[in-house]
């Protein structure tokens, strides 16, 4: 008997495994936080399959959150210019579902919008589809992950025919070359990393390429590294390419017999020739020449990328151009090899696999496909055509919607967008406007929480019996130890009886979070993410990889799901794709560069990133000693050339401005960074101090495919205060 609960590390895709236990131990002294609450004990979850007990700092003090600025009551007030009052759950959802009735009556339903987050469970993200896709018939659900994973899904669609990366963790220790392209992995996704690190420490010839403008921790460890002008990723990708073909590191019978279009991309690389790519790039040819050498000489290539890549107006172009790399020299589908996005959130995978982004429907289907609509519309039991088959509004076109009044309720649930999205006081402007926004999170204060009508409090980690899926496509269920702060609820729970106040009674049935799990599952039936198998029953046993089919689908999906066998953790393994013809694709794409170059006004490519202790906007590690000392302050990496020119020495105070705002931070001068390059960390928002906000600055031109916004360059001039 023991009394330790198995849950999952509530921050990034890595999904590390966690074991919790109670704050009171036989003989032991309660652990305390700075407030008296006591600390439940985490560890490491030895037996979880993707993390092996190991934890970063964040999964490590997680427990110190959970009592800290909770968001306790539903809280309510008529305008933004007044003070909440606390009011029971009736009175909030009452208003809310009236607000909803009569919106619905007069603008339609079109004019109501939910935008969530990666950091929700599978059935709160299922619940929300089903309200707002299936019972309303909008299709404007949108979460973060539009942020942060959507030019990576549009590539694997696009390239392999679904989404879902064909890799798993255990190509961490097999592969002999890995390619690691806009991700600073070693802050990021430090366990993954760490993986990593590990195999290429113990075995020489295995090489390590890093692709990022700045000197990241990862870069430090790499054998070679690319310092790239930002923006310049597609030149880079066909320059590889290029060299790869001319050199003969070719796999033509692959090539032949699984793929399409690879005369088109080869007329485009040949206008890649190692000179114009290294000029293009700032690297020299010898550095271009060694990467193509890697790629070529290694018969296990594996490419990890994450933001650096994803969050560009090219996104999903240069997710295409690294998978164009794998499948010109066959690697893919096999141990140690493939193309592999690192997930930036819990389970921003989860998301996906339930339908939660404005264009994609539960079991990986897509809104614009009139079949895998009619299939959602039977299952629900709602009329034929109540689907939208209309992407609805994504996270920035809420905003636009906003402005323009067409917008009439914005439901923003377990994320905060007054300092996450781009352009960050247009949208905050466009917030103000809201005519009604609910608030469901489990904090209290944020930035976002000003902006608000209705507060609802939500039950956060520990605290709600739920799954996530993290980067491998490995399913934990959460387990809840304790229950809700004060009256806060599930998501879904709020979401389904909402629902039910609609008048969709029959729709929203669940007594619990297993009973919603149950039924989602159903949906994914000969998906290509089938998890027919999994129940929380089931996963209460251990976390579990998908594809996980039910027992008499598990042989037939082994063949046609191209895999060899459903315990082989890999996709495409049988080279099939999930393509109509089985055929992955070639993408033929010249670059553009950045949607906003630097000129002579505003002379500087700014980048931000993550630092490895805090986490988003710090609504959690912004409370934890331990990581505010790591962390103190944001801060404006220059490189000692730029630095002098300006006459900024190190902790002067700098003003930094685009076209769209300003904000203030001490210099750190550095060579981390290349010449004419900037960088910053992206966790500061309104509440932690004036002007340090990343995104005051960035813009929001985003990729035509994947609509995901360019957070990662804009162009800025320097002031020394
Ligand atoms: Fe949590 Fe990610 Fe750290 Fe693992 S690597 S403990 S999932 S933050």
Same mark, same amino acid.
């Given at each position: @008997?023991?009394?330790?609960?198995?849950?999952?590390? /509530?921050?990034?895709?890595?999904?590390?495994?966690?074991?919790?236990?109670?704050?009171?131990?036989?003989?032991?002294?309660?652990?305390?936080?700075?407030?008296?609450?006591?600390?439940?004990?985490?560890?490491?979850?030895?037996?979880?399959?993707?993390?092996?007990?190991?934890?970063?700092?964040?999964?490590?003090?997680?427990?110190?959150?959970?009592?800290?600025?909770?968001?306790?009551?539903?809280?309510?007030?008529?305008?933004?210019?007044?003070?909440?009052?606390?009011?029971?759950?009736?009175?909030?959802?009452?208003?809310?579902?009236?607000?909803?009735?009569?919106?619905?009556?007069?603008?339609?339903?079109?004019?109501?919008?939910?935008?969530?987050?990666?950091?929700?469970?599978?059935?709160?993200?299922?619940?929300?589809?089903?309200?707002?896709?299936?019972?309303?018939?909008?299709?404007?659900?949108?979460?973060?992950?539009?942020?942060?994973?959507?030019?990576?899904?549009?590539?694997?669609?696009?390239?392999?025919?679904?989404?879902? /990366?064909?890799?798993?963790?255990?190509?961490?220790?097999?592969?002999?070359?890995?390619?690691?392209?806009?991700?600073?992995?070693?802050?990021?996704?430090?366990?993954?990393?760490?993986?990593?690190?590990?195999?290429?420490?113990?075995?020489?010839?295995?090489? @390590?390429?890093?692709?990022?403008?700045?000197?990241?921790?990862?870069?430090?460890?790499?054998?070679?590294?690319?310092?790239?002008?930002?923006?310049?990723?597609?030149?880079?990708?066909?320059?590889?390419?290029?060299?790869?073909?001319?050199?003969?590191?070719?796999?033509?019978?692959?090539?032949?017999?699984?793929?399409?279009?690879?005369?088109?991309?080869?007329?485009?690389?040949?206008?890649?020739?190692?000179?114009?790519?290294?000029?293009?790039?700032?690297?020299?040819?010898?550095?271009?020449?060694?990467?193509?050498?890697?790629?070529?000489?290694?018969?296990?290539?594996?490419?990890?990328?994450?933001?650096?890549?994803?969050?560009?107006?090219?996104?999903?172009?240069?997710?295409?151009?690294?998978?164009?790399?794998?499948?010109?020299?066959?690697?893919?589908?096999?141990?140690?090899?493939?193309?592999?996005?690192?997930?930036?959130?819990?389970?921003?995978?989860?998301?996906?696999?339930?339908?939660?982004?404005?264009?994609?429907?539960?079991?990986?289907?897509?809104?614009?496909?009139?079949?895998?609509?009619?299939?959602?519309?039977?299952?629900?039991?709602?009329?034929?055509?109540?689907?939208?088959?209309?992407?609805?509004?994504?996270?920035?076109? @809420?905003?636009?919607?906003?402005?323009?009044?067409?917008?009439?309720?914005?439901?923003?649930?377990?994320?905060?967008?007054?300092?996450?999205?781009?352009?960050?006081?247009?949208?905050?402007?466009?917030?103000?406007?809201?005519?009604?926004?609910?608030?469901?999170?489990?904090?209290?204060?944020?930035?976002?929480?000003?902006?608000?009508?209705?507060?609802? /409090?939500?039950?956060?980690?520990?605290?709600?019996?739920?799954? @996530?899926?993290?980067?491998?496509?490995?399913?934990?269920?959460?387990?809840?130890?304790? /229950?809700?702060?004060?009256?806060?609820?599930?998501?879904?729970?709020?979401?389904?009886?909402?629902?039910?106040?609609?008048?969709?009674?029959?729709?929203?049935?669940?007594?619990?979070?297993?009973?919603?799990?149950?039924?989602?599952?159903?949906?994914?039936?000969?998906?290509?993410?089938?998890?027919?198998?999994?129940?929380?029953?089931?996963?209460?046993?251990?976390?579990?990889?998908?594809?996980?089919?039910?027992?008499?689908?598990?042989?037939?999906?082994?063949?046609?799901?191209?895999?060899?066998?459903?315990?082989?953790?890999?996709?495409?393994?049988?080279?099939?794709?999930?393509?109509?013809?089985?055929?992955?694709?070639?993408?033929?794409?010249?670059?553009?560069?950045?949607?906003?170059?630097?000129?002579?006004?505003?002379?500087?490519?700014?980048?931000?990133?993550?630092?490895?202790?805090?986490?988003?906007?710090?609504?959690?590690?912004?409370?934890?000693?331990?990581?505010?000392?790591?962390?103190?302050?944001?801060?404006?990496?220059?490189?000692?050339?730029?630095?002098?020119?300006?006459?900024?020495?190190?902790?002067?105070?700098?003003?930094?401005?685009?076209?769209?705002?300003?904000?203030?931070?001490?210099?750190?001068?550095?060579?981390?960074?290349?010449?004419?390059?900037?960088?910053?960390?992206?966790?500061?928002?309104?509440?932690?101090?004036?002007?340090?906000?990343?995104?005051?600055?960035?813009?929001?031109?985003?990729?035509?495919?994947?609509?995901?916004?360019?957070?990662?360059?804009?162009?800025?001039?320097?002031?020394?205060?």
């Amino acid at each position: @008997m023991t009394d330790t609960t198995r849950t999952l590390c /509530p921050y990034c895709g890595v999904g590390c495994g966690l074991d919790v236990s109670p704050p009171a131990q036989p003989g032991k002294a309660i652990h305390r936080d700075s407030q008296g609450n006591p600390i439940w004990k985490v560890k490491g979850d030895r037996n979880h399959p993707s993390s092996q007990g190991m934890v970063c700092v964040k999964g490590a003090t997680i427990a110190e959150s959970i009592d800290k600025n909770r968001l306790r009551y539903p809280m309510l007030r008529d305008s933004l210019d007044q003070p909440f009052r606390r009011v029971s759950w009736d009175e909030a959802l009452t208003h809310i579902v009236s607000r909803m009735r009569s919106l619905c009556a007069t603008q339609g339903a079109d004019a109501i919008c939910m935008y969530g987050s990666g950091q929700m469970q599978t059935e709160d993200y299922y619940v929300a589809q089903k309200l707002l896709k299936g019972c309303l018939g909008t299709n404007n659900f949108d979460s973060n992950s539009r942020l942060c994973m959507s030019s990576a899904v549009a590539g694997y669609v696009q390239s392999l025919g679904a989404d879902g /990366p064909p890799c798993c963790y255990e190509d961490l220790d097999l592969t002999d070359c890995a390619f690691i392209i806009g991700s600073n992995a070693a802050e990021c996704h430090p366990i993954v990393f760490n993986r990593l690190q590990k195999h290429h420490k113990k075995n020489h010839n295995v090489k @390590m390429i890093v692709v990022d403008p700045r000197r990241t921790p990862t870069a430090e460890v790499a054998d070679l590294h690319l310092a790239i002008h930002p923006g310049t990723d597609i030149d880079l990708l066909n320059g590889i390419a290029h060299l790869l073909l001319h050199w003969g590191y070719f796999e033509s019978e692959f090539v032949s017999e699984c793929t399409a279009n690879f005369p088109a991309f080869a007329e485009v690389i040949s206008h890649y020739p190692p000179d114009v790519v290294a000029r293009r790039c700032g690297i020299s040819v010898e550095d271009l020449e060694t990467s193509a050498r890697y790629w070529g000489t290694s018969k296990r290539v594996l490419s990890l990328w994450s933001m650096g890549v994803n969050q560009s107006t090219e996104g999903t172009a240069k997710v295409r151009g690294i998978i164009n790399l794998h499948l010109m020299t066959g690697q893919i589908g096999k141990p140690g090899c493939g193309p592999f996005s690192l997930t930036g959130q819990p389970n921003a995978m989860g998301g996906r696999e339930s339908g939660g982004l404005c264009n994609l429907l539960p079991g990986y289907r897509h809104v614009q496909n009139a079949q895998e609509r009619a299939e959602v519309e039977k299952f629900w039991g709602i009329p034929a055509g109540r689907i939208s088959s209309n992407w609805g509004r994504t996270a920035w076109d @809420m905003i636009t919607g906003l402005e323009t009044g067409d917008v009439g309720l914005l439901w923003i649930v377990a994320t905060n967008p007054a300092v996450s999205l781009p352009d960050v006081k247009r949208a905050q402007a466009a917030l103000l406007r809201s005519p009604f926004t609910v608030y469901q999170d489990a904090y209290y204060p944020t930035e976002t929480a000003a902006y608000a009508h209705v507060l609802l /409090p939500a039950a956060q980690w520990g605290e709600k019996t739920g799954t @996530m899926t993290n980067s491998e496509r490995v399913v934990t269920l959460c387990q809840a130890f304790r /229950p809700p702060v004060g009256e806060a609820k599930p998501d879904w729970e709020i979401i389904a009886e909402v629902g039910r106040r609609l008048g969709f009674t029959d729709k929203f049935p669940f007594a619990n979070s297993a009973e919603v799990y149950a039924e989602y599952v159903q949906l994914t039936r000969d998906r290509p993410c089938d998890m027919t198998g999994l129940s929380h029953a089931r996963l209460a046993q251990g976390p579990i990889q998908w594809p996980y089919p039910d027992e008499a689908k598990q042989e037939k999906l082994a063949e046609s799901l191209h895999t060899v066998t459903v315990s082989v953790k890999r996709l495409y393994t049988n080279l099939r794709f999930a393509t109509p013809d089985g055929r992955a694709r070639f993408s033929a794409y010249h670059s553009r560069g950045l949607a906003e170059p630097p000129d002579a006004e505003y002379p500087f490519v700014l980048t931000n990133g993550r630092l490895y202790g805090h986490w988003h906007t710090q609504t959690r590690t912004g409370r934890i000693e331990k990581i505010k000392q790591m962390h103190p302050q944001p801060f404006l990496e220059i490189h000692p050339r730029d630095a002098a020119k300006l006459k900024i020495q190190e902790n002067d105070l700098v003003e930094v401005r685009s076209r769209r705002g300003k904000a203030h931070f001490p210099a750190k001068v550095t060579k981390a960074i290349a010449p004419g390059t900037l960088f910053i960390p992206m966790h500061w928002g309104a509440l932690w101090g004036d002007e340090t906000e990343a995104n005051a600055l960035t813009h929001p031109e985003r990729d035509p495919d994947s609509h995901q916004p360019e957070l990662k360059a804009c162009a800025v001039q320097l002031i020394p205060a």
